[in-house]
């Protein structure tokens, strides 16, 4: 399951830099409704953190290298000093594959200056397998505790 975890961290970041999935067009995007209660907030965070908001979809080869899963990642992405800062809402996965029914909220930093291609990273997940209403109803309070989480990260807390 740790590869797996580490294979969406490896995926997000790529995609951050540009070299991975571009981000869908939101008309084009049959979950966008789903955000649209929180796309304000969203925004807004973004707005405030000089971020860029975007949605992405990801495609994750499963054992078969004929079969892959596809699943949704909504991102907030800024720059901090040093640090890469983000939050990712996203489908829930793991060695099964996509759960598409069910959501996960975390929050990533890793390092900007380095070469690794490995980048050592930050992770907090808020919530982890749930109902997209309750990322919904929570929103204030997720975007509160992201923004409290990822102001305190330092070097020596990366992985």
């Known amino acids: 399951?740790?590869?797996?975890?580490?294979f969406f961290v490896a995926t997000f970041l790529f995609s951050c830099a540009n070299v991975g999935d571009h981000p869908a067009k939101e008309k084009?995007?049959?979950l966008a409704v789903k955000f649209?209660?929180?796309?304000?907030k969203l925004q807004e965070f973004s707005d405030k953190h000089n971020a860029k908001l975007s949605t992405v979809w990801s495609i994750v080869?499963?054992?078969d290298p004929n079969v892959s899963d596809s699943f949704l990642v909504r991102h907030i992405v800024w720059t901090d000093g040093r640090f890469g800062k983000a939050i990712l809402i996203q489908q829930h996965s793991d060695s099964k594959g996509i759960d598409t029914t069910?959501?996960?909220?975390k929050n990533i930093a890793w390092l900007?200056?380095?070469l690794l291609t490995a980048k050592p990273t930050y992770e907090n997940d808020?919530?982890?397998k749930v109902d997209f209403q309750i990322i919904e109803r929570d929103i204030d309070q997720l975007l509160h505790a992201s923004e409290n989480s990822l102001s305190k990260v330092?070097?020596?807390d990366l992985k």
């Open 1 to 6: 399951m740790c590869k797996v975890l580490n």
């Open 28 to 30: 084009d995007d049959p």
């Open 36 to 40: 649209q209660l929180i796309k304000g």
């Open 61 to 63: 080869e499963k054992h």
């Open 102 to 105: 069910s959501w996960d909220f």
């Open 112 to 114: 900007q200056d380095t």
């Open 126 to 128: 808020l919530l982890t």
């Open 154 to 156: 330092k070097v020596e």
